[in-house]
């Protein structure tokens, strides 16, 4: 399955069929329906509508399809319906009531005013009322907004499925960027306990020849001592299992993306755990390599929060 991102959009203007059931030629339809969707990343799947007052019983029924298509995000959805057609398809003959009032007007005004021109049949028409056409039949509306939504929400997933492509490719890198990084700090942490268990026992070896001359400490406990103490040391500072894990946690999230689907949630948590993973090799690096290393894995721990952010 593809990965998709919740960051998209789509639009699309749609007329109704020209045509009956039964092929015969029918007017073109007086109405154009326009569609708009946005989305961007959110926990949850958070629906808004900028609905005309004519689409605001289908409300209900562009939230299912919205339900079925997405799974997360904020989605807003905008339509509107507008006339089409040129201006002589909009006209319409005056009734003979309205010509009766603009006859009654001009004969009132050239009583006033004779100099004053009659009215030609442009004026007549310009004062008359444009024509509203009716809306289609519940029967004919309701499919033909469900089609639309339909065509609307497959761009806007192939739109999501572009960006998650992008989204997964580029945390896939850093996958084997931080790979790199765990290879390169492996052969680094024994060389780093040695030296520190050697530091150790040499001050160790000062402090017992000072304890020595004086009498006050026997030569075998305190080697004892330097030895459990430098043992404790290189437990403190050893992060090989820290690695490990980390190895454990990028192996699971490319396979993750490797399979696609709803994972948001679970790359999520993911990340918190590589972002422990590396506070902790930090926090007991006790060389510059290691501290480097360290800081180069939460920089790319951080790019990929902000990545995984996006993923539905």
Same mark, same amino acid.
């Given at each position: ?21 039964? #092929? ?23 629906? #808004?509508?900028?609905?005309? =007052? ?8 562009? /939230? ?77 509306? /309701? ?25 997964? =490719? ?28 050697? /530091? ?48 454990? #946690? ?24 590589? #972002? ?37």
């Amino acid at each position: 399955m593809p990965v998709y991102s919740m960051t998209g959009y789509a639009s699309l203007q749609s007329t109704p069929s020209t045509a009956s059931a039964d #092929h015969s030629e029918t007017p073109p339809s007086p109405w154009r329906l326009s569609l708009e969707v946005r989305s961007v990343n959110s926990r949850f799947l958070d629906l #808004h509508f900028r609905l005309p =007052d004519e689409l605001r019983p289908y409300e209900n029924t562009l /939230r299912e399809q919205l339900q079925k298509q997405l799974r997360r995000g904020k989605v807003e959805l905008r339509a509107s319906l507008e006339r089409t057609g040129s201006l002589p398809d909009q006209l319409q003959v005056p009734s003979v009531l309205l010509l009766q009032k603009l006859a009654s007007a001009q004969d009132t005004i050239r009583t006033w005013l004779p100099d004053a021109a009659p009215l030609s049949v442009a004026d007549v028409l310009r004062l008359s009322p444009p024509s509203q056409p009716a809306l289609l039949p519940e029967a004919e509306l /309701r499919p033909w907004i469900q089609q639309a939504a339909d065509q609307l929400l497959n761009q806007l997933r192939e739109a999501r499925e572009t960006e998650g492509r992008q989204l997964a =490719d580029s945390l896939l890198q850093r996958v084997q960027q931080l790979r790199a990084l765990s290879a390169e700090a492996e052969p680094l942490i024994p060389q780093v306990v040695e030296a520190q268990r050697q /530091r150790f026992l040499d001050k160790w070896k000062d402090a017992l020849q000072a304890g020595s001359s004086s009498g006050n400490v026997s030569r075998d406990a305190a080697q004892d001592r330097a030895l459990a103490e430098a043992a404790s040391f290189s437990l403190r500072i050893d992060v090989a299992e820290e690695l490990t894990r980390l190895q454990s #946690h990028l192996d699971t999230i490319e396979d993750l993306l490797k399979k696609g689907g709803e994972l948001g949630k679970r790359l999520d948590f993911l990340i918190q755990e590589l #972002h422990r993973e590396a506070n902790t090799l930090g926090s007991k690096s006790a060389s510059s390599d290691t501290s480097r290393i360290a800081m180069d894995m939460k920089v790319l721990v951080e790019q990929m929060r902000e990545q995984v952010q996006n993923i539905e």
